[in-house]
Structures are given as C-alpha cells and as structure tokens.
C-alpha cells in the first residue's frame, strides 16, 4: 500500500510564499514522475509542475518564474516552493506520483489528499 501525504499548505497575503511537501511511502520498489496538480473552485483540475526522474522539469506557463519543484529521492518527497502569489493560485493542490511496487509491476499514478492553498488580496 502506497501512500501520499502533504503539507505546508494555508493562508498567505498574496505576493507571500508557501511551501509545498508530499511525501511517499509504503511499499515503493521505484518512482518516476512527480508532480503537482491543483484544482480552484468551479474549475477542472490543472497541472502545475513535474519533475521527472531524470531531473527534467515543466511547469504551467501561469506559475513559470514563481514556483519551483523539487525533489528528494532518498525521503520520496517531491517540494513544490510557491514565491509571489497570487490571488488566483487558490486552489486545493494535490500531489501526485507514478510509482511501481515491485520489479514485475507497471507505474502506477498515486494522488495525495490535498492540501488547501489561499491566497487573500
């Protein structure tokens, strides 16, 4: 059983930062991508950042030059460090990982609970 738990998330004045960790545990053989998705009210969930196994990296064109993923290969924790918000970076953010159990399993996509972000104006 894998599990994805996340912290750091809360209320902030917007221009403030917010770190974001998830870590993975469980039976873990490997994992691959990582990421942050999140999800404001009335709207589709939305990919934010991902960091791969590799080191490559993406993030939304809205939080380039903002936020920064990272990773922890050894802890299995991914960080998602959030500078200058804004007002509409409110949203819940869910961590997610591809994870593989044991050598004869495929990846698997695994999803945090979610962690509330608000950023007041």
């Known amino acids: 059983q894998v599990q994805l738990v996340e912290s750091g998330g809360g209320l902030v004045q917007a221009g403030g930062s917010l770190r974001l960790s998830c870590a993975a545990s469980?039976?873990?053989?490997?994992?691959?991508?990582m990421g942050w998705y999140r999800q404001a009210p009335g709207k589709q969930r939305e990919l934010v950042a991902t960091?791969?196994?590799?080191?490559?990296?993406a993030y939304a064109d809205s939080v380039k030059g903002r936020f920064t993923i990272s990773r922890d290969d050894i802890k299995n924790t991914v960080y998602l460090q959030m500078n200058s918000l804004k007002p509409e970076d409110t949203a819940v953010y869910y961590c997610?990982?591809?994870?593989?159990?044991?050598?004869?399993?495929?990846?698997?996509?695994?999803w945090g609970q979610g962690t509330q972000v608000t950023v007041s104006s």
């Open positions: 997610n990982a591809a994870i593989r159990v044991s050598p004869t399993r495929p990846l698997g996509a695994y």
């Open positions: 469980g039976s873990i053989f490997s994992i691959g991508a």
């Open positions: 960091i791969v196994s590799d080191g490559r990296i």
